[in-house]
């Protein structure tokens, strides 16, 4: 296998048969969005035996952007009681890590006092330390920093918002991930 050429060289010890071989590869994509290829096959030996010829169908087109699962999603809070301060706490751990400039999602989160915030404070590094928070949504919008990953381990963050001023239900908040779209969400 030579990686920057894509070139895999088998050799055959012993005859092949005339009958279909399928030979499987595990190879792993890179982390970053790329087209996918058409792979083409030949085959020589003391004379060319078989010219090159394009397979059928596309590989490798890693088209998913990573975190489109998550391995962790937990959310507490530390009060109930209406109209106090409370402190949301989040675990959360996607299944493959996100670069900087990858957004996190948190929405859901309504029926708070905390008004707009392009810059809400949010307890980690890994997203510069803020978010940006929308009231009537309930939203947080978190961009991984530079220099930053959010990685596949578990990662807990905090942040401070006001409950309502009056008896309200709670909310199911919900996680996606993602570069420019969001590609994934779980409750």
């Keep these: 296998w030579t990686q920057n050429t894509g070139q895999l060289v088998l050799t055959v010890s012993t005859s092949l048969p005339t009958a279909d071989s399928v ?14 290829v058409t ?11 078989i010219s090159p010829a394009t397979l059928t169908g596309t590989v490798l087109g890693a088209a998913t952007p990573p975190g489109t699962l998550w391995t962790t999603k937990v959310c507490a809070e530390s009060t109930t009681t209406h109209g106090a ?13 996100l670069a900087p400039a990858d957004t996190v999602t ?16 949010v307890g980690t590094a890994i997203f510069g330390n803020a978010g940006r928070w929308t009231q009537n949504t309930g939203t947080l919008v978190m961009t991984v920093a530079s220099g930053q990953t959010l990685p596949t381990s578990a990662t807990t963050f905090t942040i401070k918002v006001t409950n309502a001023a009056a008896v309200s239900t709670a909310t199911i908040p919900s996680l ?9 969400a779980a409750p």
């Design 85 to 97: 301060f409370n402190t949301l706490t989040f675990t959360i751990a996607p299944a493959s890590a």
């Design 23 to 36: 030979i499987t590869l595990v190879l792993v994509n890179k982390k970053a969005a790329q087209t996918a």
């Design 106 to 121: 948190i929405s859901g989160l309504t029926g708070t006092q905390t008004a707009d915030n392009a810059a809400l404070t």
């Design 176 to 184: 996606c991930a993602g570069g420019a779209t969001p590609i994934a």
């Design 39 to 49: 792979p083409s096959i030949s085959a020589t030996g003391l004379v060319p035996i």
